[in-house]
């Protein structure tokens, strides 16, 4: 089992900035991509940005730019840094682990995200 731990989100004016930040813990692999998953309502969850633990990102074209994903291994942290944020931002963010051995995914509870003036 994968327990993940998030914290940050709120409320944030048009064009702020937010940091969200994931801790891991339980049985991790050390081959593995974490992330970040959002759910604005009445939409499907979506991929905002993933990196493996060799450092390889990936970000939904409506992110690439403005935000920046980061890790430390020997922590088992991954970040979300957000900047230039705008109103379509606004969702449920959730961390997400999913194993290289097992390929099982583990999520967080979510942290709520809302830009808004």
């Known amino acids: 089992q994968v327990q993940l731990v998030e914290s940050g989100g709120g409320l944030v004016q048009p064009g702020g900035s937010l940091r969200l930040s994931c801790a891991a813990s339980?049985?991790?692999?050390?081959?593995?991509?974490m992330g970040w998953y959002r759910q604005a309502p009445g939409k499907q969850r979506e991929l905002v940005a993933s990196?493996?633990?060799?450092?390889?990102?990936n970000y939904a074209d409506s992110v690439k730019g403005r935000f920046t994903i980061s890790r430390d291994n020997a922590k088992n942290t991954v970040n979300l840094q957000m900047n230039s944020l705008k109103p379509e931002d606004t969702a449920v963010y959730y961390c997400?682990?999913?194993?290289?051995?097992?390929?099982?995914?583990?999520w967080g509870q979510g942290t709520q995200v809302t830009v808004s003036s």
């Open positions: 339980g049985s991790i692999f050390s081959v593995n991509t």
């Open positions: 997400n682990y999913e194993s290289g051995l097992t390929r099982r995914s583990y």
């Open positions: 990196i493996t633990n060799r450092g390889v990102s």
